[in-house]
């Protein structure tokens, strides 16, 4: 599978434990992004990464939410001190620097998520 | 297809029947609009995108159109197929930024 990869599928935690999920962009992907989901809503944009630089911020990513990219492939998200509001599923999306069949470098290929509960 | 609160508009269509689903984004800046589609425990599927140059796209059994007087996107499905069945998101962007998701409209075809 050349998909984006998130890792793990599910996380069930308690409430001001450290989480940390992983995800693999789709090989040769420059840009990473970070979405958290709600249930009955859509994605919602937390950060992304273009090769190891994180260039943008959402509001939601609070001081607990941390994320990194070091080598410019997988990327990690750590949240601290988890709350029940953070029970959501986080999903990871990858975008093409040369985008191959007609696709565009703006289109963002998701992963399957990591489904948080926060007990 | 505008949804309020937390409910989800729904779409229930016949198995063979055409569907269009509507949403209206926000920014008029916004130059790249893509749909996609969420089955239930899953992260969203790629299906069609259009430029703001363009006004109608078309892809296999799927079409969408672009109105920027309005500010308002649709996807048609032709002869809709159980395996049809889930959530649309449309998304909007601006230069490779973060796409900003429309609410979603679930979609359910009846055999």
């Known amino acids: 599978d050349t998909g984006v990869s998130q890792d793990p599928r599910h996380k069930i935690t308690k409430r001001g434990q450290n989480v940390t999920f992983r995800c693999d962009p789709i090989?040769?992907?420059?840009?990473l992004y970070w979405y958290r989901q709600t249930l009955g809503q859509g994605p919602e944009f937390l950060t992304y990464f273009q090769n190891e630089a994180q260039l943008e911020k959402s509001r939601l990513l609070s001081d607990r939410f941390s994320a990194e990219r070091p080598k410019g492939s997988f990327s990690t998200l750590e949240i601290q001190r988890t709350e029940q509001g953070d029970s959501a599923m986080y999903l990871c999306a990858s975008s093409p620097k040369y985008p191959r069949d007609g696709a565009s470098t703006d289109t963002q290929y998701f992963g399957p998520g990591t489904r948080l509960t926060v007990l | 297809g505008e949804s309020v609160g937390l409910h989800l508009p729904t779409l229930s269509v016949q198995e063979g029947d055409n569907s269009i689903i509507n949403c209206a984004y926000s920014?008029?800046?916004?130059?790249?609009f893509i749909w996609y589609k969420q089955e239930s425990g899953k992260g969203p599927q790629f299906i069609i995108d259009?430029?703001?140059?363009?006004d109608k796209r078309q892809g296999q059994r799927v079409t969408v159109l672009l109105n920027k007087t309005v500010k308002h996107l649709s996807l048609q499905i032709a002869a809709t197929q159980p395996g049809d069945s889930a959530v649309y998101f449309c998304?909007?962007?601006?230069?490779?930024?973060?796409?900003?998701f429309g609410k979603g409209t679930k979609l359910s075809v009846k055999p």
């Open positions: 920014n008029s800046a916004s130059d790249y």
């Open positions: 259009i430029r703001s140059n363009m």
């Open positions: 090989s040769e992907h420059n840009r």
């Open positions: 998304a909007e962007t601006r230069s490779q930024g973060n796409l900003i």
